[in-house]
């Protein structure tokens, strides 16, 4: 295995883990419902993104999935890490919540630049 499969398995295996840990939490794990309601979040946002976490997961993993679809995964992602941060950010949380969405940002984009690669 050459270091650029390496390092995007790495990178995407991370996220994906990360991305279904939390939607598992999502549906099972009331300290979750109540970090929506602490963000101001609906609660059927939590059940929305919680769906889409998983598809997204294994849109990036499956090899059958085609790079387009795997495209709208990343931008989702992204579009998810990024509104993570404003979001805590915005309701006050301590600097070592609201930086995790961007450290995790940082890992997408290092996956992404690395499918292109393997």
Known sequence: MNKNKIIYW???????????????????NADMKAAFVH????????????????LGALALILPIVSAKIKSFAYFGFALTFITAFIA???????????????????????????????
């Open 88 to 118: 805590h950010t915005a309701s006050g949380d301590p600097i070592s919540v609201s930086s995790a969405p961007i450290i995790f940002l940082v890992l997408l984009g290092i996956s992404h630049y690395y499918a292109d690669k393997i």
């Open 39 to 54: 963000l101001g979040f609906p609660d059927y946002f939590r059940i929305e993104l919680g769906v889409l976490k998983i």
């Open 10 to 28: 790495t990178t995407t295996g991370i996220i994906t883990a990360m991305m279904l840990f939390s939607a598992f939490g999502y549906f099972t």
